[in-house]
C-alpha cells in the first residue's frame, strides 16, 4: 500500500506522469482540485480568505476570485505565506480523509498525491516513496511561453515563486526526468509503477 507524493514545478510535465499511473490503475488525489473543493462558498477557507485579504476576492456570487487572489498575492512572499497558512491545513487534511479512504477500499492500492507544492508546504515523513518531475527551470519557462502564452518576464516569474529546482530534487527518492521526449516521460514513468507494484515494491 505505497503512499506517493508526486510533485514538479509549473510546466515540469507532473500531470503527464500522474495521467499514466491513473492508467496503470493508480488512485489519483488531485491537490489542486482540493484547493478548489475547500475554496468554495460558505467554506471557513473562503472566508478567512476574505478576512486576511478583503471581500473584493470575492466575485459577485461569493465565489473566490482566483485572478484577482492570484494577482494581489503573487510577488508578495508575505502574501503568498499568509495565504499558504490558511490554506495548506485545510488540504492536508482532506487529502488526508482522501488516502484513508482509498486504502480502506483497497489495502493494496497505489495512493499518488499529485501535489505541486510539497516542498512549500512542508509535508514530509507521511510518503513511501516522493517523486519529482523535472526539467530546468530555462526549458519549463519556455513551455509556458509557447503552450500557455505567458509573457517570458510572467513565466519567470511564476517560476520563481515556486520552490527551486534544488530544493525539490533534494527531497526526491525517484526523478523523473521530462526535458526529453514524451515518450521518454512515459517509459520513466512506466518503470516507476513496475517499481511500485512489481519486486521493487518490498525493497
Known amino acids: 500500500m505505497p503512499l506517493v507524493a508526486l510533485t514538479g514545478g509549473i ?3 507532473k500531470s503527464t506522469i500522474a495521467g499514466r499511473l491513473a492508467a496503470h490503475g493508480a488512485v489519483v488525489v488531485d491537490a489542486d482540485a482540493i484547493v478548489r473543493e475547500v475554496q468554495t462558498p460558505g467554506s471557513p477557507v473562503l472566508a478567512a480568505i476574505a478576512d486576511a485579504f478583503g471581500e473584493r476576492m470575492l466575485r459577485p456570487d461569493g465565489t473566490l476570485d482566483r485572478p484577482a487572489l492570484g494577482a494581489h498575492v503573487f510577488g ?9 497558512a490558511i490554506v495548506h491545513p485545510a488540504v492536508a487534511a482532506e487529502s488526508s480523509r482522501r488516502f484513508r479512504a482509498a486504502f480502506d477500499a483497497d489495502p493494496d492500492a497505489v495512493v499518488v498525491y499529485d501535489v505541486p507544492l510539497l516542498v512549500e ?3 514530509d515523513g507521511e510518503w513511501d516513496l516522493v517523486v519529482v518531475a523535472h526539467a530546468p527551470a530555462a526549458l519549463r519557462a519556455q513551455r509556458l511561453i509557447r503552450l500557455r502564452h505567458l509573457a517570458a518576464a510572467d513565466a519567470e516569474a511564476r517560476i520563481a515563486s515556486q520552490a527551486s529546482d534544488d530544493e525539490r530534487l533534494a527531497v526526491a527518492d525517484v526523478v523523473i526526468d ?10 520513466q514513468t512506466d518503470a516507476l509503477w513496475e517499481r511500485l507494484t512489481g519486486s521493487g515494491r518490498n525493497a
Open 76 to 84: 508578495h512572499p508575505d502574501r503568498v505565506a499568509r495565504l499558504n
Open 178 to 187: 521530462t526535458s526529453g521526449t514524451m515518450a521518454d516521460t512515459l517509459a
Open 11 to 13: 510546466a515540469s510535465g
Open 121 to 123: 508546504a512542508r509535508r
